[in-house]
């Protein structure tokens, strides 16, 4: 899979835009400010490919990226950012909602979590949503660089308690500002390269 070849296809607000071309697609998502910009960045070795740093909560889009012409790398709009309005969640739901019910074709799931807290609220709603797609799915424990050495191994094991994973679900440990972890993630995007 060449990742230099990535271009954006487009930004999704409906059902009706989602691309339906068959093309196998893992998702991203992740609580607004969480560095998902930053890991699909790093993932891509771009710079500001996906926007780092956006307008948080603004984002009740869902961006599609072509990697290689192969697979879409699907960036679900960012949550639980304070300042959002109701009116503006309950878009983001119904949203992510259309989104699950449609994609047959998530062939993985990428959670991203914030290492240095114990998950929210909102990611273990986000958990569950990939739980209940029935597909796999991996979490990224990002900002990995801000721990404590001896803080690391206790705080990847709060993350898989709190979002209640089981055995089969991966933690990664991961930075997207040292490039930590980019490895593990990219292998397990190859590994679930077919649909
Ligand atoms: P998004 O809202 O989830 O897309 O988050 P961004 O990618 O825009 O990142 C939010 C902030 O966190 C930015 O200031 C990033 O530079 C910073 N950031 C993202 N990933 C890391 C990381 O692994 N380590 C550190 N130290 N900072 C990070």
């Known amino acids: 899979l060449n ?8 930004s999704a607000a ?3 835009d989602f691309p339906r071309d068959m093309l196998p697609q893992v998702v991203f998502a992740g609580r607004s400010n969480v560095g998902k910009s930053s890991v699909i960045n ?5 710079k500001n490919f996906a926007r780092v740093g956006s307008a948080p909560g603004k984002t009740t889009h869902i961006n599609y990226f072509l990697i290689d012409k192969k697979l879409y790398l699907v960036d679900l709009p960012g949550y639980g950012y304070a300042k959002v309005s109701q009116a503006e969640k309950a878009r983001w739901g119904r949203l992510i909602e259309s989104w699950f019910a449609d994609q047959t074709l ?3 799931g990428v959670l991203i979590v914030d290492s240095r807290h114990k998950p929210t609220a909102d990611d273990c709603v986000m958990a569950d949503w990939f739980k209940q797609s029935g597909r796999p799915f991996v979490v990224v424990a990002n900002k990995l660089d801000k721990l404590k050495k001896s803080e690391i191994e206790p705080n990847l094991q709060r993350v898989r308690e709190t979002l209640e994973l089981d ?17 593990a993630l990219l292998d397990a995007i190859l590994d679930h390269q077919e649909g």
Do not use: Y
């Open 106 to 108: 998530m062939t993985l």
């Open 167 to 183: 055995e089969s679900v991966k933690v990664i440990p991961f930075s997207a500002e040292k490039g930590e972890g980019r490895t």
């Open 3 to 10: 990742l230099n070849n990535a271009e954006f296809i487009r």
């Open 14 to 16: 409906k059902a009706a």
């Open 42 to 46: 790093k993932l891509l070795n771009r």
